[in-house]
């Protein structure tokens, strides 16, 4: 007999080819969007750690100053402490090639200090190079990791030229650093580095061994008061574990994406099955008379939902792992997003992710077929073979609670902070509303229904169905929910996103012209000397310049970004948000620097700057869109009083009257030619940020289509299953005197209804989701608050044009149902 | 010139640098005769020169009699590179130190190395009197004379006060010391014997006091070895009776002398020069490295003239391989000397390009 049952069950799956394969698609994608984010999320950190470890060497602790370095005078006391065995200097710098926008990151190093301390960075020569015994030595050699020589594609023997801060640099590549296979780095003689970026009398980090039986604890203590402000000891580990946590709010939020489609493909599952128990009643009927248990029945269901599960996760698997490396060649390891520059990830595709993610396409198919299978279960074979009571979707669930109850426990996780960074309670919120959406939807076909004209005909006995039998259309209408809702809340989240990124660029790009020295590194400055004449130029009314660099704030946070510029007393130049005051000291910091350190206007922040700490008062808070990691700023003439720097990073011009960009970028790039400036309007700069923004959010717009579709063939599913469940019905209609073209209308209203509710449902949960977005999701794990803006016509259009699909949908579903002749069908009414 | 594989590698590393031209343009003072040797500035370094080392041997002997050799040697490296920009992280000047331990309880060589680039307090070599340091090592005259030598590796710490008792021993012409038939290899070279070594010698965390007696060589110059030179045979002894001698001679391929060089001082304090044609090294018996397979001739017969020593290691294991790391293979040891076999004298041999030849360039810095 289990032969026989198999041929019934899982045999019936090859039968209804189209519906098994949509399903199995719609668990695929899920599983293969979940796969591919959590194989390049691995590959990636992997590298990433791997990559620090090796720049970390054996290294116990790690003094770590900002971008622009500390006295490299601390080498000496530190390096002859006695707690500390060895120690190797390091000056890190970002360089740009001549000649092109490719930029590398140079370490500047002491080839006699790295093998007792990070052996995996020493340069190995190219015996063909001419000054190979002393190589390590020289000041224009480079050596090139094999990943960094592949990108440049450069070979030993052949020339680097490099920006420095006495223009161009001509290196030789003399050899290679085959300690670091994945890393993107080059290594140079430290000496050589200070000079040409730079960096003179400057360091970056000094990487510490310490002595046997010395802590890294005791040694930070010990070390301590040799430090200068702004210098902060920790160990590799810590500091791994700090940049790697800068990702993961981002790697968390892709992996929910994931989860969505796959939630969604449950849903399929839950469509097509209910479609096909729903067709199969007869069968059951008559497998449970000749002795078929109620649980055993379920049971064959629930192994039909499992075989579409097994094949979706498995063809999601090979979709996934394919898809990964696709985007690991072509993105990197973070989808472009920044996290992880400079690396190289290789794909490491492990069994134990895959084997995790097959059972979660698995579960969902199981998931999407518990509930048909209950019903399937719960026939009576008596009734159902002669089919008097209604289909098994008929019945409507004495859901009446828990759809409001969701609500209220939505806004309550809402008010949860965020676990380790991670928004959970924002996360269980949308869930929530979901479900909450879902659980009510019954009522709201009844309401919609309610709220209908009853004219003409067809549509007076879709109203009328709709309003007795809501729980068949809330099935209908959940996949429909499902999927608008998370359609609408992605495109009002994106919307707001992009609407305050527009807007906080205008703000942020006051002036006509931008000119910057090479890109967030201190190996390129404007010197006084270029600012004085770059202020001079014919045709500039007013240059701001802007100074940056990377403090260390605190050992516990990722160094955090300062930028110098000029500034009003009130700090009005800034994209200001809540309240701020006049402080005799004055700190803007970004809201991510609010969330990690507890800050407000009115607190007192302690600022290193040029190794002495200052007391600066926080005086407001701003928006920044692009330190995750947290900005401050202050007023650049207070910067270069305290600091004695005198360098900017780049500058704002405004244009006198009369004058265009065009023309003073041409007189800049004639004034300087040597240092390669690099002039742009903010026109420029904002379309780059926006594209960059859009490409950023293009995965999630694949998926709001995904989720479409698949809430769509949810419709047409569910309808197919309504109509061949309701032969009868049409055959009694046509009987009664109704054509073809009004059933049709009749079911095309259902179907419209039906959506309409569910799209109704979908918008207001999607709003509601959006809402959990914007304020919870967003602002716990990238710590920046946005405008919340719908983008009502867009919307609009998306929700007619839902409805009228799903109409289409269900009529083309219906087709099956009017098929047939009215005769045959009322005489299957025995 | 003197001895010393370490000091091979460096003036292979000198030559791979002119080689290259990255030392082109570098003015290297030149050695030159009748240039007077004054003490103590001239103990100091000498920064202008292209390379330089401070060479200290000595037995040691602690309360229970057992001898053991001692060597600690401080090099100086001008490279050239990057004399034009000054800074703490300038390679322009090199300093190594190298530390090693005879112990016949162990029956092999305990030693350890360190590289620096000449920074501060970190590392480097003090011009006008002798100063030399790498992190904690140090080999650094006092106001009294004395000299301190303290170093530290795995297993083994020396720090050793050594008291001269007598003046330097002016090598070569008045110090100007040839290493060839040609007049531009040389060196100037002088060596301190009969230095009276005391002090603490800490074996795996054990210390005890120790005497003996040491000799300090120090050598400068910025030429390298003469063409077709392979290695060289070294030794420095200091009799009981005060007397000293120094003889070495230059290998070529084919085993035989290309230049051979010494001075003897009689007990009375006077020196000579000896000619080449009055010193003969002779093997006696040779030694095979079960670690590494080279043959070296530990036991010898010297002859310089008026008499002869044989030559007996204090054991026969002072093998240095230092291939994996800075690539020299060279013997090294505390060795007595024999007259009509009764011992007369304790000092140091080396024995160098017995392993093959150094190959240009390997295990030097950055590599």
């Not at chain 1, 190979?132 to 023997?157: D, M």
């Not at chain 1, 959006?770 to 867009?794: C, G, I, K, T």
């Not at chain 2, 590393?13 to 001239?42: I, W």
């Not at chain 2, 043959?295 to 294991?317: I, K, T």
């Amino acid at each position: 007999m289990r032969r026989g049952l198999a041929a019934v069950f899982v045999g019936g799956l090859l039968r209804r080819r189209a519906a098994s394969a949509l399903s199995v698609l719609a668990i695929a994608l899920g599983v293969a969007l979940g796969l591919a984010v959590q194989l390049i999320n691995d590959a990636a950190l992997a590298e990433f750690g791997r990559g620090m470890r090796t720049l970390a060497g054996d290294a116990d602790l790690r003094l770590a100053g900002p971008a622009s370095g500390f006295d490299d005078a601390l080498f000496e006391a530190v390096a002859l402490h006695p707690l500390v065995a060895d120690a190797s200097p390091v000056v890190d710098i970002e360089a740009r090639v001549v000649g092109g926008d490719t930029t590398l990151r140079v370490l500047g190093v002491d080839v006699l200090r790295l093998p007792a301390v990070q052996p995996g960075l020493v340069p190995r020569a190219d015996d063909g190079t001419a000054d190979a015994p002393f190589a390590g030595f020289s000041q224009h050699g480079i050596f090139l990791s094999p990943a960094l020589a592949g990108r440049l594609a450069r070979a030993a023997g052949e020339a680097l030229v490099l920006q420095s801060s006495a223009g161009p640099l001509r290196l030789e590549v003399i050899g290679s650093v085959p300690g670091v296979a994945g890393q993107a780095v080059a290594v140079m003689d430290i000496h050589a580095v200070q000079h040409a970026f730079a960096m003179a009398g400057r360091l970056s980090r000094i990487d510490l061994r310490l002595i046997p039986g010395a802590t890294p604890e005791a040694a930070s203590r010990a070390l301590a008061a040799l430090l200068p402000a702004g210098v902060v000891a920790m160990t590799p580990q810590a500091s791994l574990a700090r940049d790697a946590g800068l990702s993961r709010a981002y790697r968390v939020n892709l992996t929910m994406l994931a989860v969505i489609a796959l939630v969604c493909g449950g849903f399929l599952v839950f469509s097509t099955q209910a479609l096909s128990v729903a067709r199969r009643r007869a069968e059951f009927a008559f497998l449970r008379a000749i002795g078929l248990g109620r649980r055993r029945l379920a049971a064959w269901l629930l192994g039909e939902g499992a075989v579409l599960g097994l094949a979706g996760g498995l063809l999601g698997c090979a979709l996934g792992t394919g898809f990964a490396a696709l985007v690991l060649d072509g993105f990197g390891g973070d989808l472009g997003a920044g996290y992880f520059a400079g690396i190289a990830p290789a794909l490491d595709a492990s069994p134990a992710a895959m084997l995790a993610f097959v059972a979660l396409g698995v579960l969902a198919g199981v998931a999407g077929a518990w509930l048909p299978a209950r019903r399937a279960g719960a026939i009576s074979p008596a009734a159902a073979l002669k089919a008097a009571a209604g289909d098994p979707l008929a019945a409507a669930p004495g859901w009446r609670w828990p759809g409001p109850l969701c609500l209220v426990l939505a806004t309550a996780a809402c008010l949860m902070p965020p676990l380790a960074g991670i928004p959970v309670g924002g996360y269980l919120a949308v869930a929530l509303l979901l479900a909450g959406g879902v659980l009510s939807l019954g009522r709201l076909a009844r309401l919609v229904a309610a709220s209908c004209p009853a004219v003409p005909l067809p549509l007076g006995l879709a109203r009328a169905r709709l309003q007795a039998a809501p729980g068949q259309a809330a099935v209908a209408a959940a996949g429909v929910l499902a999927s608008s809702a998370l359609a609408i809340a992605m495109a009002v989240m994106v919307a707001s996103f992009r609407d305050s990124v527009d807007q906080w660029l205008g703000k942020v790009l006051p002036a006509e012209v931008y000119v910057r020295a090479a890109r967030g590194s201190p190996a390129l400055q404007l010197t006084p000397s270029v600012q004085q004449r770059l202020a001079a130029l014919p045709g500039v009314a007013r240059v701001d310049f802007r100074r940056h660099d990377q403090l260390n704030l605190d050992a516990r946070i990722a160094p955090v970004s300062l930028l110098a510029r000029p500034l009003s007393a009130d700090g009005r130049e800034l994209p200001l948000v809540g309240e701020h005051i006049v402080a005799a000291d004055p700190v803007w910091i970004s809201e991510a620097l609010v969330d990690l350190l507890g800050l407000a206007p009115g607190d007192g922040l302690d600022v290193p700057l040029a190794g002495r700490a200052h007391r600066f008062t926080v005086a407001g808070v701003w928006r920044d869109y692009v330190r995750q990691g947290g900005a401050l700023m202050v007023p650049l003439a207070r910067y270069r009083e305290l600091s004695g720097d005198q360098l900017a990073n780049d500058a704002a011009i405004h244009l006198a009257p009369g004058h265009n960009a065009a023309d003073l970028g041409a007189a800049i790039d004639e004034a300087f030619p040597a240092i390669d400036l690099e002039v742009v309007s903010p026109g420029e700069i904002r379309r780059r940020s926006l594209r960059l923004f859009d490409r950023s959010f293009a995965v999630t717009y694949l998926l709001e289509a995904a989720a479409v579709l698949i809430g769509l063939a949810g419709i047409a599913a569910s309808f197919a299953a309504m109509a061949a469940a309701r032969r009868r019905e049409f055959g009694m209609l046509r009987h009664l005197g109704l054509g073809r073209r009004q059933i049709a209308a009749m079911i095309a209203a259902e179907g419209g209804l039906t959506a309409a509710s569910g799209a109704l449902g979908g918008a207001l949960v999607g709003g509601a989701i959006a809402l959990v977005l914007v304020e919870v999701v967003n602002r716990q794990s990238f710590h920046w608050s946005m405008d919340y803006r719908v983008p009502w016509l867009s919307l609009s259009l998306f929700v007619v044009a839902l409805v009228a699909l799903a109409a289409l949908a269900a009529v083309l579903a219906g087709r099956l149902a009017m098929s047939g002749s009215a005769v045959r069908a009322v005489s299957e009414d025995w | 010139m003197g001895r010393g594989g370490l000091r091979m590698l460096w003036l292979i590393a000198a030559l791979a640098l002119a080689l290259a031209g990255a030392a082109e343009a570098t003015d290297y003072a030149p050695v030159t005769p009748g240039r007077p040797l004054v003490f103590p500035a001239d103990a100091g370094a000498h920064p202008e020169h292209r390379i330089e080392w401070w060479y200290v041997t000595g037995w040691l002997e602690d309360d229970d009699g057992n001898p053991r050799g001692f060597q600690l040697t401080f090099f100086r490296l001008r490279t050239g590179i990057g004399e034009d920009r000054p800074g703490r992280f300038s390679p322009a000047q090199l300093i190594s130190g190298h530390a090693a331990l005879s112990d016949p309880a162990l029956g092999r060589l305990r030693h350890a190395e360190k590289s620096a680039r000449a920074s501060g307090r970190l590392a480097g070599a003090t011009a006008g009197h002798l100063q030399a340091w790498i992190g904690d090592w140090r080999l650094e005259a006092q106001d009294d004379g004395a000299i301190i030598a303290r170093a530290a590796g795995d297993g083994f710490a020396f720090d050793l006060r050594l008291a001269p008792s007598r003046a330097p021993t002016l090598n070569g012409d008045a110090g100007f010391s040839r290493k060839g038939p040609r007049p531009e290899h040389a060196s100037y070279y002088y060596s301190v014997s009969g230095l009276a070594a005391s002090g603490r010698l800490t074996l795996d965390g054990r210390a005890t006091t120790v005497r003996g007696v040491a000799w300090l060589d120090h050598e400068w110059s910025s030429e390298y070895l003469p063409e077709g030179a392979v290695g060289w045979d070294w030794v420095g002894l200091n009799f009981d009776d005060g007397g000293a001698l120094m003889a070495a001679r230059i290998r070529q391929s084919d085993g035989s002398a290309l230049w051979r060089f010494g001075t003897l001082r009689s007990a009375h304090g006077t020196t000579r020069e000896l000619p080449p044609d009055a010193i003969s090294f002779e093997a006696l018996r040779h030694w095979r490295s079960p670690a590494s397979g080279v043959n070296y001739p530990v036991s010898w017969r010297l002859d310089v003239g008026d008499f002869a020593l044989v030559l007996e290691p204090l054991m026969d294991d002072q093998e240095l391989d230092g291939r994996a790391s800075t690539g020299a293979i060279y013997w090294e040891g505390a060795v007595r000397a024999l007259r009509d076999g009764q011992p007369v004298a304790r000092g140091y041999l080396e024995l160098t390009g017995y392993g093959g030849r150094l190959r240009l360039g390997e295990g030097s810095p950055g590599r």
